[in-house]
C-alpha cells in the first residue's frame, strides 16, 4: 500500500486551483464592494461534533489570497470537536477573507466528513480489525481522500493499479483463478498479492499458493467465519461488499483481519462549519 503525504507545495497547488475555479475570470464581485480595508476577527466554529481534518487546506486557502491574514488553530487535525467547538481564529482584511471562506469551508467539510465517518467504523470495530479505504474515490481528490481516511483512523488500501495484485471477481469471470494466481507469484517482484473470492470453493482451489490476503466479498457473515478459519493460517483475511456502521461490528466478528468499506470516501457526508464574523 502507498504511503499517503501531503506536502505543503501539493496542499498549495490544490487549493490554487480551487481558488482559481471560484474567481475566475472577475474575481469576486460582490466582496470587492467593500471599499474599506476594515480588519476583523473572525471565528471558525463547527455545527456539530466531528473529527477535524483539512487545517492546512483552509490555512492556504486565506494566505493564497492574503499573506497578512493571520490563521491561528486551537483545534489540531485529526481531533475530535463537539458542536459549537471554536477550531480557529481568523484576522485580517474582512474583503479577503471574504474571498477565501467558501474554498476553505469547502474542503475543510469534506476532508472533515471522510474523517468523521472513518472513526465512526474504528470505534465499532476496536483495535483487532483494520477499517480501509478503496479505490472508490472522487478523480484527482484521491490522495486528499485517503488523508482523509488516515485522520479519522482508518487505513489506506491500495493507491492504484500499479501498486499491488487485486485479482477480482471480473478478472476470475474471465480466466481460471488458480492460473491467475500462479501468473501473479511469478511476476510478483516484490509486490503484494490479494485474491477475492465470494464463494469457499475457490478459496478452497488456491489455499496453499502463496500470496499475501484474501479478500471475501458479499459474503454472510456464516460463510465468512468458516473462510476465514480455513484462512487465517496462511493469509491476512479481509472483507467487503455493502458493510455499512449496523453489520461492521458482527462482520468484524468473523475474525477477519481488515474490511474495505467504499463509502467512507464516496459516500461521507460534509461536515457543517461555519465563519462567524
Same mark, same amino acid.
Given at each position: 500500500m502507498?504511503?499517503?503525504e501531503l506536502?505543503?507545495?501539493?496542499i498549495?497547488?490544490?487549493?490554487? $486551483?480551487?481558488?482559481?475555479e /471560484?474567481?475566475?475570470?472577475l474575481? /469576486?464581485?460582490?466582496?470587492?464592494?467593500l471599499e474599506n480595508?476594515?480588519?476583523?476577527?473572525?471565528?471558525?466554529?463547527?455545527?456539530?461534533?466531528?473529527?477535524?481534518a483539512?487545517?492546512?487546506?483552509?490555512k492556504?486557502?486565506?494566505?493564497?489570497?492574503?499573506?497578512?491574514?493571520?490563521?491561528?488553530? &486551537?483545534k489540531?487535525?485529526?481531533?475530535?470537536? @463537539? @458542536?459549537?467547538?471554536?477550531?480557529?481564529i481568523?484576522?485580517?482584511?474582512?474583503?479577503n477573507?471574504?474571498?477565501?471562506?467558501?474554498?476553505a469551508?469547502?474542503f475543510l467539510s469534506?476532508i472533515?466528513?471522510?474523517?468523521?465517518?472513518?472513526?465512526?467504523?474504528?470505534k465499532?470495530?476496536?483495535?483487532?480489525?483494520?477499517?480501509?479505504?478503496?479505490r472508490?474515490?472522487i478523480?484527482?481528490?484521491?490522495?486528499?481522500?485517503?488523508?482523509?481516511? @488516515? $485522520?479519522?483512523?482508518?487505513?489506506?488500501h491500495?493507491f492504484? $493499479?500499479?501498486?499491488?495484485?487485486?485479482?477480482? /471477481?471480473?478478472?476470475?469471470?474471465?480466466y481460471?483463478?488458480?492460473?491467475?494466481?500462479?501468473?501473479?507469484?511469478?511476476k &510478483?517482484?516484490?509486490?503484494?498479492?490479494?485474491?477475492?473470492?465470494?464463494?469457499?470453493s475457490q478459496?478452497?482451489q488456491?489455499?496453499g499458493?502463496?500470496? /499475501?490476503?484474501?479478500?471475501?466479498d458479499?459474503?454472510?457473515?456464516?460463510? $465468512? @467465519?468458516?473462510?476465514?478459519k480455513?484462512?487465517?493460517?496462511?493469509?491476512?483475511?479481509?472483507?467487503?461488499?455493502?458493510?455499512?456502521?449496523?453489520?461492521?461490528?458482527?462482520?468484524a466478528?468473523t475474525g477477519?483481519?481488515?474490511?474495505?468499506i467504499?463509502s467512507?470516501?464516496?459516500?461521507?457526508?460534509a461536515i457543517?462549519?461555519?465563519?462567524?464574523?
Amino acid at each position: 500500500m502507498s504511503r499517503i503525504e501531503l506536502s505543503e507545495n501539493f496542499i498549495k497547488n490544490t487549493v490554487k $486551483l480551487a481558488l482559481n475555479e /471560484d474567481l475566475y475570470p472577475l474575481g /469576486d464581485i460582490t466582496s470587492n464592494l467593500l471599499e474599506n480595508k476594515k480588519i476583523i476577527k473572525a471565528k471558525l466554529i463547527s455545527n456539530e461534533n466531528a473529527i477535524v481534518a483539512g487545517l492546512m487546506f483552509v490555512k492556504y486557502a486565506f494566505s493564497l489570497i492574503d499573506k497578512r491574514i493571520k490563521f491561528i488553530v &486551537k483545534k489540531k487535525d485529526g481531533s475530535f470537536v @463537539k @458542536k459549537k467547538s471554536l477550531i480557529a481564529i481568523i484576522q485580517g482584511n474582512a474583503q479577503n477573507i471574504l474571498i477565501a471562506e467558501r474554498v476553505a469551508l469547502n474542503f475543510l467539510s469534506h476532508i472533515s466528513g471522510i474523517a468523521t465517518k472513518t472513526n465512526k467504523f474504528v470505534k465499532l470495530v476496536g483495535k483487532k480489525c483494520k477499517i480501509c479505504c478503496t479505490r472508490k474515490t472522487i478523480p484527482n481528490l484521491r490522495v486528499i481522500q485517503k488523508y482523509a481516511v @488516515k $485522520l479519522g483512523g482508518g487505513f489506506n488500501h491500495r493507491f492504484n $493499479l500499479s501498486d499491488e495484485f487485486l485479482i477480482k /471477481d471480473n478478472h476470475v469471470s474471465s480466466y481460471d483463478i488458480k492460473l491467475l494466481v500462479s501468473s501473479a507469484i511469478k511476476k &510478483k517482484k516484490g509486490k503484494r498479492i490479494t485474491v477475492e473470492v465470494d464463494n469457499l470453493s475457490q478459496l478452497k482451489q488456491i489455499i496453499g499458493l502463496k500470496f /499475501d490476503c484474501v479478500l471475501f466479498d458479499n459474503m454472510n457473515n456464516k460463510n $465468512l @467465519k468458516l473462510g476465514v478459519k480455513l484462512a487465517k493460517k496462511y493469509y491476512e483475511t479481509e472483507a467487503s461488499g455493502n458493510i455499512n456502521l449496523k453489520t461492521v461490528k458482527s462482520v468484524a466478528a468473523t475474525g477477519v483481519d481488515r474490511i474495505s468499506i467504499g463509502s467512507i470516501t464516496h459516500s461521507a457526508p460534509a461536515i457543517d462549519f461555519k465563519i462567524e464574523f
